[in-house]
Structures are given as C-alpha cells and as structure tokens.
C-alpha cells in the first residue's frame, strides 16, 4: 500500500532578523553585574545576534580560530550591537564571549552537516555550497578541512570524559 502525504513536513525553517533590527529603533535591554543580557528582550536579543553570527559577510568563517578573525571584524559586530540595542561597553567583553561561542559552534556545525571528507570527492563538495555559507568561503573550509594535519588531529578539539565515580569527572584532551 502506497500513501502520499502532502503536509508540510520542512521544520521551522530559517531563523530571520527582528523586524525591528537595523530598522533605526533600539532594543532596550537589561543586564546584570556580570555583563549578561536578563529581561523581557534577551530572548529577542540573544536570537538576533544568533542569527548574526552566521552572516559569513559579518564574521567570515574561514578563520582557524575565533582569535585569528580580525579585529575589525569583531569591532563593526559590536558597533552593529550597540546601534541596534542601548547596550554599553561595560557588557562587550561578556557579550562579545558569547559572540564567539556561537561563532564556533556555528562553523562546527557546517562542517559536522555539510563536510563529508571520506564519503565525498572533494569536486562534489565544492559543488554542494551549504543555502547558508557564502560561497566564496566554501572551497577556503573545504580545503583546509581536507588538509592531512587537519584530518589527523580531529580529536584536538574533542574532550572524553571519564567517569570516576558518581562525584568526580576526569576530562582529557588531546594535543
């Protein structure tokens, strides 16, 4: 027996920007001492900079390490922050980690979803662009995701954790 579904089975879909996001109205935030945005806009807030972090025009993903982006790169994400929201200075060093956790987990994903070194050739990959990475970075991360150093040291980044016993956690890390 044969059925056809016709409902919409696509998921959520892409995350877009706040309507009022670069719109010239401010979103009033509230963060406490330590610099975290709390409140009835951190949800909207936190969203949008997700959203943010994955315009490969704003911080290009074809850096090794959140260290190596530039730091002009880093400094017009922030000023982008501070023209949208009433946000100051004394949060950017705890907003700007957040910034680059998501950075990384974001360029993890890429490459966990859409980077298939061993069951792909690497023209097919080429030619399979991810919807959501510019283009003109995909061949930068294919090449260098490729390299043998790269694919030798897979589990630098890795940690296994051992359980000790109920209280205690031991984590290795390689390299």
């Known amino acids: 027996m044969c059925f056809l579904y016709t409902g ?19 979103l009033e935030l509230v963060w406490n001492a330590w610099g975290q945005v709390i409140g009835p806009n951190a949800t909207q807030y936190l969203s949008q900079v997700g959203i943010l972090v994955k315009d490969g025009n704003k911080l290009p993903l074809t850096y090794t390490d959140w260290r190596a982006m530039p730091e002009g790169s880093k ?32 360029k993890s994903k890429v490459k966990r979803l859409y980077f298939t070194p061993y069951r792909r050739h ?21 090449d260098y995701w490729s390299l043998e150093d790269v694919k030798a040291c897979i589990y630098c980044h890795i940690s296994f954790a051992f359980e000790l016993n109920s209280n205690a956690i031991m984590i290795l890390m390689c390299c």
């Not at 919409?8 to 401010?26: E, F, P, Q, T, V």
């Not at 946000?87 to 907003?95: H, L, S």
């Open 8 to 26: 919409d089975n696509s998921g959520r879909g892409l995350a877009r920007r706040s309507a009022g996001w670069g719109g010239g109205k401010r």
């Open 75 to 106: 400094e017009r994400f922030w000023e982008d922050i501070k023209r949208n929201t009433n946000i100051d200075d004394t949060c950017k060093k705890v907003q700007m980690m957040r910034v680059s956790k998501l950075w990384r987990n974001w």
């Open 122 to 142: 690497r023209s097919w990959l080429l030619a399979h662009c991810p919807a959501r990475v510019e283009e003109d970075q995909w061949p930068i991360l294919v």
